[in-house]
């Protein structure tokens, strides 16, 4: 059986032998935190400011850190953000272990560490493709999402369960040995000097620059606005697990990791069977297919009382929202200029921008009518707006060129 393209070549196995337990570990981090966040507020709207504070710095900084990964060294770009992840995780686990954390020190950390990852991502994101040559890209972004999605199954699980069984701080010690991990694959990692971007210009006007092409080109803007819809009216549900598992599936801590991890296993599922949809106009049906299912399966998730069928319609969920994601990316990297890649990419990951502040706005909603009610209107409006947005593209697609 041969290996895969993108395992051939030394840099990319690295990245992923490190990326595995690092990741895994983000997600027993998540875990962890909105579980604390639900103790300590017992709120659902507290559960949405959560989200609001993790993704919202992506608006300010992720433009600035798209303009970074394309003018500076993304190797070294992620060794720092990795060591700064480091100390979060750290005090994270001090303010647990003393019984001194609050909602607000939470709240402190987040935001430091989204406007880290802020940067960090378009850095990360355009160096898994400098890792393979040309013909290894396709394989390099499948393994990588597989890689991702795989972490979404093993982290909320293990994380779930170790929640119960050694409690929260130990879990972030744990996390803190992952990312250990993770800097030590990435200090062996070599690029040549021909990988590394180039410097120079106006900050201002390179973000300038990114938005411009955003704007002139039809089916890159269609594919990102589609990501910003399903993020803002969407992705917000995962907010809210902690209260399915506890006030309508009533399944505890280990029930809420399995719901946290349904997703993943549904992503992964998924990921081999797009690595075999390469044409760009079926790439595209199939983004604004896929997010109406994501939808249809949320509003479903919103209104089950069944442990089995949540987890199930969770799988759907992840399945959808990895096909959509991932044709996402490959349209906006085949239609990009490698000079703008970095800024391109930056913009699209906002979409988790949008997804905090639907989650801050289903918080509010929650606080007035009941948590499914909320999130099965938002799953609504998720849909309309798929719906929608590809078709008013297609009428204005003649006037650009």
Not at 143 to 157: M, R, V, W, Y
Request: aromatic share 12%; with cysteine.
């Amino acid at each position: 059986m041969k290996l895969p393209p993108a395992l051939r070549y030394r840099e990319f196995r690295l990245f992923a032998i490190g990326y595995l337990p690092s990741e895994t570990g983000e997600y027993i981090h998540f875990v962890v935190q909105n579980w604390l966040v639900w103790e300590l507020t017992q709120s659902a709207f507290y559960l949405g400011l959560i989200g609001f504070f993790e993704f919202a710095p992506r608006f300010v900084f992720g433009p600035i850190g798209g303009v970074i990964a394309d003018r500076m060294d993304r190797l070294k770009l992620l060794v720092w953000s990795k060591a700064l992840n480091l100390l979060q995780t750290l005090v994270f686990a001090l303010l647990v272990f003393s019984g001194a954390i609050q909602f607000w020190h939470i709240v402190v950390l987040v935001i430091f560490m989204a406007i880290v990852s802020s940067v960090s991502t378009a850095a990360q994101q355009a160096l898994v493709v400098s890792l393979v040559p040309q013909e290894a890209v396709v394989s390099a972004l499948a393994l990588h999402s597989a890689t991702h999605n795989l972490t979404k199954i093993i982290g909320p699980s293990i994380g779930g369960l170790l929640l119960t069984l050694i409690g929260a701080g130990h879990c972030l010690l744990i996390q803190s040995l992952t990312i250990l991990w993770m800097l030590g694959t990435l200090y062996r990692m070599r690029l040549p000097a021909s990988s590394m971007p180039g410097v120079g210009g106006e900050w201002l006007k390179d973000i300038g620059e990114g938005v411009s092409y955003l704007r002139q080109n039809r089916r890159v803007l269609a594919t990102v606005l589609t990501t910003y819809s399903n993020g803002f009216f969407g992705i917000s549900y995962s907010q809210f697990l902690p209260y399915f598992a506890q006030e309508v599936l009533h399944v505890g801590a280990t029930g809420y990791g399995f719901l946290v991890s349904a997703p993943g296993v549904g992503a992964v599922a998924i990921s081999f069977l797009l690595s075999t949809y390469t044409k760009l106009r079926r790439m595209r049906r199939l983004l604004f297919g896929a997010s109406l299912i994501y939808a249809a399966s949320i509003f479903l998730f919103a209104i089950s009382r069944s442990m089995v069928w949540s987890i199930l319609l969770l799988a759907v969920v992840g399945s959808m929202q990895m096909s959509y994601r991932v044709l996402a990316r490959a349209i906006i990297q085949e239609e990009c200029p490698p000079h703008l890649l970095g800024r391109a990419m930056s913009l699209f990951f906002l979409d988790r921008g949008f997804g905090s502040l639907g989650a801050v706005c289903l918080g509010s909603v929650a606080a007035l009518v009941p948590v499914p009610f909320a999130v099965a209107g938002s799953a609504v409006l998720s849909g309309l707006t798929a719906w929608l947005i590809p078709r008013r593209a297609a009428r204005q697609r003649p006037s650009a060129s």
